[in-house]
């Protein structure tokens, strides 16, 4: 997937390696992303995986982290 620059201000997108830096792609995505981008990380990364990091997140908005302790509660 070709990341957005508005989602990874921070960092020339390009270089950003999905598997090395998975939680930072997981916490902007799950807080700025657009549709098109949440399906890409829910099909993309493993389940156990995101509720890892939304488990321990430090970063993601506190609406953020409970709507996704929600949706990923039975999965």
Sequence with gaps: M???QAL???TNPDRIDVKKNAQ???ERILDFGNDE????L???YDKSLLKNVV???RSLMPET?????L???NK
Excluded: G, M, P, Q
């Excluded at 982290?65 to 302790?69: C, G, I, M, P, R």
């Design 42 to 44: 829910y099909h993309f």
């Design 65 to 69: 982290k409970n709507l996704w302790t």
């Design 2 to 4: 070709k990341f957005r």
């Design 8 to 10: 990874f201000w921070d």
């Design 37 to 40: 981008e949440v399906k890409w």
């Design 55 to 57: 488990a321990k997140s």
């Design 24 to 26: 930072y792609i997981i």
């Design 71 to 73: 949706l990923l509660e």
